[in-house]
């Protein structure tokens, strides 16, 4: 059925001092398989007493996902699913292991990968528009060339607010816009500068429940047509299974991979879906492995 429990191994043998960064040459020594995202035995301890006391916020993931393949990650709070996000996007390196992204070892902050979260957190005195351009203005290769560029940026950044709604609302201020506006307006300046990557922490977890499924629909067009590689942090089962090809559920921290899902509902999915037998199937069975997470009492350190 597409449900695969993955094996919890044991914590690694002996500790000793994080690497710090794992170092970039070693890795040809395994070529990567070709997947887009690639992790490879990853631990993380957030420092060196965590990591000497063998306190891990996440612990032996492996993972493959193929290039433009939407995943979700859902698990109980505190499992470390930002943690994962922050070892994807190269703003943590790992204490132990591996990750390739885009088939390339990641050594730092990566640009090709753009994030929006649950808080829309645009500049109030910014336009919606200028908001959205505002990465173009911070990021190489597009800040040296922002000035001579700015007119085609600037239709960029319209094009894609039109795409998600908000034509009319390019000029206003983000306190003239709603909720759901402001997180479309977020979504646009997460894929500005069109990246390979895009990171989703619960992004519709503030919105009213019609307003959530309205953006879901979107963000299904946006990467529908750009098919861009989506992680998506949803406490939301429905969400996970509506959007994602595969679903990934967490144990309790320090957080594994525990169950991987694939989503096997025919694309393009319509809400309708979301009533359907086959879907609720899937909802529940997530539901239980959650459930079933919930219910596991954490062994005393
Ligand atoms: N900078 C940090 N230093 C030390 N520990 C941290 C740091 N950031 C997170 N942690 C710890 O790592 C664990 C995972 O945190 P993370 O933010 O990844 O969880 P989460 O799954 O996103 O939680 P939530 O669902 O509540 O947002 C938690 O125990 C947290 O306390
Ligand atoms: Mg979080």
């Not at 050594?107 to 908001?131: E, Y």
């Not at 169950?259 to 359907?276: A, G, H, M, N």
Request: charged share 25%; hydrophobic share 40%.
């Amino acid at each position: 059925m597409g449900t695969q429990a993955f094996n919890a191994a044991g914590p690694p043998q002996g500790t000793k001092a994080p690497s710090g960064g794992s170092d970039p040459h070693a890795v040809g020594e395994r070529a990567g398989t070709g997947s887009f995202i690639e992790f490879r035995d990853v631990w993380l301890a957030y420092n060196d007493e965590l990591f000497a006391a063998g306190q891990f916020a996440v612990e032996a993931i492996d993972l493959q996902v193929n290039e433009g393949e939407f995943i979700a990650i859902v698990g109980p709070s505190g499992c470390g699913k930002y943690t994962f996000i922050k070892l994807a996007t190269g703003l943590r390196m790992p204490s132990r292991g591996r990750i390739l992204i885009d088939r390339q070892p990641v050594t730092g902050p990566l640009k090709i990968s753009g994030m929006a979260f649950q808080a829309p957190s645009l500049l109030p005195w910014r336009t919606t528009v200028d908001n959205v351009l505002l990465p173009l203005e911070i990021v190489e290769p597009y800040r040296s060339n922002f000035k001579a560029k700015r007119k085609e940026y600037e239709e960029r950044a319209r094009q894609l607010l039109q795409k998600v709604g908000l034509a009319g609302y390019e000029d206003k201020f983000p306190w003239q816009l709603s909720g759901g506006m402001q997180q479309r307006a977020s979504i646009c300046r997460a894929l500005i500068h069109q990246p390979k990557m895009l990171l989703l922490d619960e992004p519709f977890g503030a919105l009213d429940a019609f307003t959530r499924e309205e953006l879901w629909c979107i963000l299904r067009d946006l990467w529908m047509e750009q098919k861009f590689n989506v992680i998506l942090v949803t406490h939301d089962l429905r969400e996970s299974a509506f959007l994602a090809d595969t679903v990934y559920v967490m144990s309790k921290s320090p957080g594994r991979f525990v169950v991987r899902r694939e989503i096997d509902l025919p694309r393009p999915r319509e809400l309708e879906i979301t009533y359907s037998k086959e879907f609720t199937d899937i909802v529940l069975e997530l539901r239980s492995h959650i459930g079933a997470i919930r219910k596991t009492t954490q062994a005393p350190a």
